[in-house]
């Protein structure tokens, strides 16, 4: 995807490829890249007033595709050296250096336990809890070192501690949620990286392990503490968690099998008499790579980036022209239009879905549907097809689609699709609804780019709305597979000509119908994959060539001339067409008020109609719903348009006034604007 980064003197610029499981930190390397004088340590990234940390993610951060971070630069730290008097100042100002507090020996590797740049886990000396970080410096304890996590354990988890090795060494560690943050502990205090992870049915009474708890909420997340487990039960097991800077045991934490826990890893005194240090080090190598070998698949990283994907990405708006249970045309989408990425599709309210195939309710009916070529039974005729029901496949491991491997059953969605049938439910042998087909609930029909593999009626670039369907009949079918799939006769039953007819191309030129990108992507088209890296072919290839020159074969690509040949024509600007709308829409619009605000939408229209709507709908939205102002508008004495509901909802509340501009208002001032009502029903025919 890509993303804006805009810095605070109005600056911008645009990062490309960039997945949604970049870190922060990653994220800082690439701004630098591209702007020298934004150094990593000077940059201050700020998205919806959140500061960014490196150790999160952009998924963490909910950004999503076209989106705006915003940078800050901290002032530049002045160059060493100059007027001594100055400097001599500022090294007063300054507080000693750490490392001159803490001298590293390098004598007392031979025999420490741990070395520097070890990720360990450290005790917080103020609530007896764990927390990752990583050794700095090693030296030899003194007479006179005290330990800053100075406890007293109590309980059960007293002799096991007890029973630790301790090197004789004292080390400072840096955390890892803070690198400035220093402290100095004794062996006792450290012990390696919990990494890993146990189950119920692996724990045992009284091993020791790592656990979350929250001591003032048990059921929210805490901090991660020390626990003995007491008993282990089949749905739970029951441990004692210490807290505090006294390790004091607290109230029995249960453990259920969603729990993360982790198994401690820590040196015995025993082990290391025994085998020495370095010995130590080395065996617990073995056991962290084992661990991670015998781990579970799910839980292992993974190196495949899926951030990358626009279906990933998420919405960036939602369509609230009708509601999420409508039956029929959408008021905003015209038969031909096409969007490139199925997100885009779903963001227009033609079919909700972002990945499945049926868009319905099994108590209410199928709203639309996909046709991608993604089962085998499927036959597309054009304004009649065979399409196949969900189900019957294992998708289990996050698979968006397998090989057929059981029966289909007609429940979920494929009931929702049956029940579009004007015949009643027939689970057993299906349904036909015969002569009175076109009684049946109406189906809004897209088909996909990957569905052109097997039929000619299927564009070759992104996703087609084709118009309405009516499902003639069901029944259960054996498949090619051998298993068991309801198949469904769809047929077309929309006034408006398919867009693969000559009249239905016509009708897409002449409302200058373009591919729809996502905000941004023009820029960004070659850098993505296939299909948006190639040029876009014509929205509908013609049925049969009109001359000899433009012939290609059927079975071909054709050549890189003809392709060329092909390119889409440029609707040119008339003074006919630059509302789309029709007489009686025109002149509705004049007779509605504000004038001014029409005459923007018209001007708006030039470019086609999707462009004269979406300024219709910018300028007629609502301030307090963000919506369109729907079959009920109420113009405001100021001159400004909002819901009638909503003004009567601010009335309710006290709040006499306008929402814009704040100006007075009456009860007997809000009437529903009739003209505005009509205009808008003109503009979007169908609108609820």
Request: glycine letters at 8%.
């Amino acid at each position: 995807m890509y993303i804006n980064v805009r810095s605070m003197d109005g600056q911008s610029m645009q990062l490309r490829d960039i997945s949604k499981r970049t870190s922060v930190k990653e994220l800082r390397r690439l701004i630098a890249a591209a702007r020298p004088d934004a150094a990593v340590d000077r940059q201050r990234l700020f998205f919806r007033g959140k500061l960014l940390v490196d150790e999160h993610t952009l998924f963490e951060y909910g950004v999503q595709i076209n989106d705006v971070i915003q940078l800050m630069l901290a002032a530049q730290q002045p160059v060493a050296g100059g007027d001594s008097e100055n400097s001599d100042e500022a090294r007063d100002a300054e507080p000693a250096d750490s490392s001159e507090e803490f001298k590293h020996d390098e004598d007392c590797l031979a025999g420490s336990l741990y070395e520097p740049g070890d990720r360990v886990d450290v005790r917080d000396p103020t609530m007896g809890c764990w927390f990752e970080a990583r050794v700095a410096a090693i030296r030899k304890r003194i007479d006179t070192d005290v330990d800053e996590v100075s406890r007293a354990p109590a309980g059960a988890l007293a002799d096991w501690e007890a029973a630790g090795a301790d090197d004789g060494c004292v080390y400072q560690v840096v955390f890892e949620d803070d690198a400035e943050l220093k402290i100095a502990v004794f062996t006792r205090n450290l012990r390696p990286r919990a990494s890993q992870r146990v189950t119920l049915g692996q724990l045992t009474e009284g091993q020791t392990v790592l656990c979350n708890h929250n001591y003032d909420n048990p059921a929210a997340v805490g901090y991660w503490y020390d626990a003995t487990v007491e008993s282990v039960g089949r749905a739970e097991a029951r441990t004692t968690v210490y807290v505090g800077p006294q390790l004091v045991p607290v109230a029995e934490r249960r453990l259920r099998p969603q729990d993360t826990v982790y198994a401690v890893l820590r040196p015995s005194a025993a082990e290391v008499a025994a085998d020495g240090p370095k010995a130590w080090r080395s065996n617990l190598t073995d056991v962290l790579l084992a661990s991670s070998t015998s781990s579970n698949k799910e839980l292992r990283p993974t190196a495949r980036d899926w951030g990358k994907g626009f279906a990933c990405s998420g919405r960036t708006k939602t369509c609230t022209l009708v509601p999420t249970n409508h039956f029929g045309p959408v008021p905003s989408v015209e038969v031909g239009q096409s969007w490139m990425f199925r997100l885009q599709v779903s963001e227009a309210g033609v079919h909700r879905p972002p990945v499945s195939g049926i868009a319905g309710r099994d108590a209410e009916g199928a709203y639309s549907i996909v046709l991608s070529g993604g089962y085998e039974d499927d036959v597309d005729n054009g304004d009649e097809f065979l399409y196949t029901g969900s189900g019957g496949r294992d998708l289990s491991g996050n698979r968006r689609t397998a090989a057929q491997s059981c029966d289909q059953e007609l429940t979920r969605m494929n009931r929702a699709l049956a029940r579009n049938v004007a015949a009643p439910i027939n689970e057993l042998d299906g349904a036909d609804a015969g002569a009175r087909w076109r009684e049946g609930k109406p189906v809004r029909v897209v088909r996909n780019y990957k569905a052109a593999k097997h039929s000619k009626f299927a564009p070759t670039v992104g996703n087609r709305y084709d118009g309405i369907y009516k499902v003639v009949k069901y029944w259960p079918h054996v498949g090619k597979s051998g298993f068991r799939v309801w198949r469904y006769l769809m047929r077309r039953d929309d006034p408006v000509p398919a867009p693969w007819t000559p009249e239905g191309r016509k009708r897409v030129e002449s409302l200058g119908l373009k591919m729809e990108l996502p905000e941004g992507y023009r820029e960004d088209g070659q850098e993505n994959s296939a299909p948006s890296a190639a040029p876009l072919p014509p929205p509908l290839p013609p049925p049969q060539p009109q001359r000899p020159a433009a012939r290609r074969k059927s079975g071909g690509a054709g050549s890189a001339k003809q392709q060329q040949k092909m390119k889409p024509r440029q609707p040119q600007p008339s003074s006919s067409r630059r509302s789309r709308a029709t007489a009686r829409t025109r002149s509705s619009l004049r007779r509605s008020k504000p004038t001014s605000r029409w005459r923007e939408a018209l001007d708006s229209g030039a470019d086609g109609i999707r462009e004269f709507r979406s300024a219709v709908e910018r300028i007629f939205t609502c301030v307090v719903c963000c919506d369109l102002v729907g079959l009920r508008p109420a113009t405001t004495p100021c001159g400004h348009n909002a819901c009638l509901d909503c003004l009567q909802r601010s009335l309710d509340a006290g709040l006499a006034a306008c929402p814009v501009c704040r100006a007075g208002l009456a009860q007997d001032q809000l009437a529903v604007n009739h003209r505005l009502a009509k205009a808008l029903s003109l503009v979007f025919p169908g609108l609820a």
